[in-house]
């Protein structure tokens, strides 16, 4: 029989996405593992591929269309021997969004598959046969969670892997649209709906401020021997077409100072707190419309130059929205940096599950007293840990941001 394809869930917290380009027509062949079309997310365009072969027997949600809920479908899919008189039933058009809410609404479960009795036919992919079959797994002990209970890659991949938690409901707001637009009835303004990283933002956000204790440490960092350093190393590496910014020595500071003080190398998971090893390091990213947090895995292992290259890279891509989601997910740490933008001093938001954040202002002249006592001027950069209570301790974190200065104020360190 016709099999509907799916809007898909492309991350752990997509709800809706929008169908950006078809990539295949009516008619066409396709087989498992063909990109079918690209769909946006809250975060970034992504490609979704075939799980069955057939022929794209109907195209339900055409191109550019919004707020398609994950679940429904999309188009229409005819296996062997079928043909455009069988999808007769097929639904006409997608559901249209269902309107706003202040609480998420998950999507609803598909049905589970029936347990058959002994010889009947199962129905599944030949994608998720073939994998169940190097897996050693029986597809009858399996749930579908295709069309009518068909069972698919998916539920192969997540047979022996243990169920993802439920992302958080966000909070409700403190007052609805109608409550707020009548309040400037009488005052000309422009109406801008949310998209869903704004969305995913003021959610994730508010979650953060309301659940996370939030606690501050401040501490001033002399740059003057890392802006002296790496002028150096930038003449060394001018032939090699490399330049390193201070946010790529930052990186590696911060890097180096959850290994020295391991216990800030942690994130929240709830009813415990886990540990990492790598420093992971994720770096906030302004794109249009909101931020990305991309993450350098093994920082504290690389060289300037690699995490140099790749962290341009990376907010090359987050601003094109380009990355995929293992790119800008996990993490134990996070640096926001708005000093190139002169802003000296801020807090920044935990961002969950990290433990903490380092907000990073600008390198200013200043006076100060230097080591002899006497009056001097030097270059200071404001930093701004923020920390939450349920993972780091004040003592901890001030270990922490110290480890950060000495790094920072003796660069050379850095590269031994």
């Given at each position: 029989?016709?099999?509907?394809?799916?809007?898909?869930?492309?991350s752990?917290?997509?709800?809706?996405?929008?169908?950006?380009?078809?990539?295949?027509?009516?008619?066409?062949?396709?087989?498992?593992?063909?990109?079918?079309?690209?769909i946006?997310?809250?975060?970034?365009?992504?490609?979704?591929?075939?799980v069955?072969?057939?022929?794209?027997?109907?195209?339900?949600?055409?191109?550019?269309t919004?707020?398609?809920?994950?679940?429904?479908?999309i188009?229409?899919?005819?296996?062997?021997?079928?043909?455009?008189?069988?999808?007769?039933?097929?639904p006409?058009?997608?559901?249209a969004?269902?309107?706003?809410?202040?609480?998420?609404?998950?999507?609803?479960?598909?049905?589970?598959?029936?347990?058959?009795?002994?010889?009947?036919r199962?129905?599944?992919?030949p994608?998720?046969?073939?994998?169940?079959?190097?897996?050693?797994?029986?597809?009858?002990?399996?749930?579908?969670?295709?069309?009518?209970?068909?069972?698919?890659?998916?539920?192969?991949?997540?047979?022996?892997?243990?169920?993802?938690?439920?992302?958080?409901?966000?909070?409700?707001?403190?007052?609805?649209?109608?409550?707020?637009?009548?309040?400037?009835?009488?005052?000309?303004?422009?109406?801008?709906?949310?998209?869903?990283?704004r969305?995913?933002?003021?959610?994730?956000?508010?979650?953060?401020?309301q659940?996370?204790?939030?606690?501050?440490?401040?501490?001033?960092?002399?740059?003057?021997?890392?802006?002296?350093?790496?002028?150096?190393?930038?003449?060394?590496?001018?032939?090699?077409?490399?330049?390193?910014?201070v946010?790529?020595?930052?990186?590696?500071?911060?890097?180096?100072?959850?290994?020295?003080?391991?216990?800030?190398?942690?994130?929240?998971?709830?009813?415990?707190?886990?540990?990492?090893?790598?420093?992971?390091?994720?770096?906030?990213?302004?794109?249009?419309?909101?931020?990305?947090?991309p993450?350098?895995?093994?920082?504290?292992?690389?060289?300037?130059?690699?995490?140099?290259?790749?962290?341009?890279?990376?907010?090359?891509?987050?601003?094109?929205?380009?990355?995929?989601?293992?790119?800008?997910?996990?993490?134990?740490?996070?640096?926001?940096?708005?000093?190139?933008?002169?802003?000296?001093?801020?807090?920044?938001?935990?961002?969950?599950?990290?433990?903490?954040?380092?907000?990073?202002?600008?390198?200013?002249?200043?006076?100060?007293?230097?080591?002899?006592?006497?009056?001097?001027?030097?270059?200071?950069?404001?930093?701004?840990?923020?920390?939450?209570?349920?993972?780091?301790?004040?003592?901890?974190?001030?270990?922490?941001?110290?480890?950060?200065?000495?790094?920072?104020?003796?660069?050379?360190?850095?590269?031994?």
């Amino acid at each position: 029989m016709p099999i509907n394809i799916l809007m898909p869930a492309l991350s752990p917290t997509m709800e809706e996405g929008t169908l950006a380009k078809w990539l295949v027509k009516e008619g066409d062949t396709v087989a498992s593992g063909d990109v079918l079309c690209e769909i946006e997310t809250d975060k970034a365009t992504m490609e979704f591929e075939a799980v069955d072969e057939g022929v794209i027997g109907k195209i339900i949600v055409s191109d550019g269309t919004e707020g398609v809920k994950v679940n429904a479908p999309i188009a229409v899919l005819l296996e062997e021997g079928e043909s455009a008189d069988d999808i007769s039933d097929a639904p006409a058009k997608a559901d249209a969004p269902a309107p706003a809410k202040a609480a998420v609404e998950m999507p609803t479960p598909a049905p589970k598959a029936p347990v058959l009795p002994k010889g009947e036919r199962i129905f599944a992919s030949p994608l998720a046969r073939r994998m169940a079959a190097q897996k050693g797994l029986d597809l009858a002990t399996l749930t579908g969670s295709g069309p009518r209970g068909r069972i698919v890659k998916a539920d192969v991949e997540n047979a022996s892997a243990a169920p993802k938690a439920e992302a958080p409901a966000p909070a409700p707001q403190s007052a609805d649209a109608n409550t707020v637009m009548a309040m400037y009835a009488d005052r000309e303004f422009t109406e801008m709906p949310l998209d869903g990283m704004r969305k995913t933002i003021a959610a994730r956000l508010t979650e953060a401020k309301q659940t996370i204790p939030h606690f501050y440490l401040r501490r001033e960092i002399l740059l003057d021997a890392l802006l002296a350093f790496r002028s150096e190393i930038n003449k060394g590496l001018a032939g090699r077409g490399i330049k390193l910014s201070v946010n790529d020595f930052i990186i590696k500071a911060c890097a180096m100072a959850l290994q020295e003080v391991p216990d800030c190398n942690a994130v929240w998971a709830g009813d415990r707190i886990l540990k990492l090893k790598p420093s992971d390091v994720a770096v906030a990213v302004a794109v249009e419309g909101g931020l990305f947090t991309p993450v350098l895995q093994d920082a504290e292992s690389r060289t300037l130059s690699s995490l140099s290259a790749e962290m341009k890279d990376l907010a090359t891509r987050a601003r094109e929205r380009k990355l995929a989601p293992h790119e800008y997910q996990g993490g134990s740490f996070a640096i926001s940096n708005l000093g190139m933008m002169g802003i000296s001093n801020f807090d920044a938001v935990i961002n969950p599950p990290h433990g903490s954040i380092l907000a990073v202002g600008a390198g200013e002249k200043r006076p100060v007293v230097n080591a002899e006592g006497a009056l001097d001027v030097a270059t200071v950069m404001s930093v701004t840990l923020s920390v939450d209570h349920r993972v780091i301790d004040g003592a901890l974190g001030a270990q922490f941001l110290a480890a950060v200065k000495r790094n920072l104020e003796n660069p050379v360190a850095m590269l031994a």
